[in-house]
């Protein structure tokens, strides 16, 4: 019994197909996205809003008003909201900031 390595053949073997690429992602395709999203996000809001309409009595400091239920949720989220984006742009500014410092000392 003789064992025979199978013989190498001249045949060209099959190059491995490259993975199928990837559509890179846009400026102006994340901006597409966005809006979509922002468009649901006030459908949603808008939805809110008018099923809570019931108007309901807020004190603040001292002040005695009354105000749609859904309207004054809306107007403590969008303050939160800018407080958020106040908080964040003055941390940018301080990064920006200390970001020039270290290049300036090179």
Known sequence: MSHQSPAPSNRPQ???SAPPQQPKITR???LWVSLIIGFLTLIVLLIFIAQNTGSVPFTFLGWHWNMALGVAILVAAVIGGLLTA???????YQLRREAKKL???R
């Open 86 to 92: 106040m908080v964040g742009t003055v941390r940018i």
């Open 28 to 30: 102006a395709g994340a």
């Open 103 to 105: 290049t300036a000392r």
């Open 14 to 16: 099959p190059k491995p």
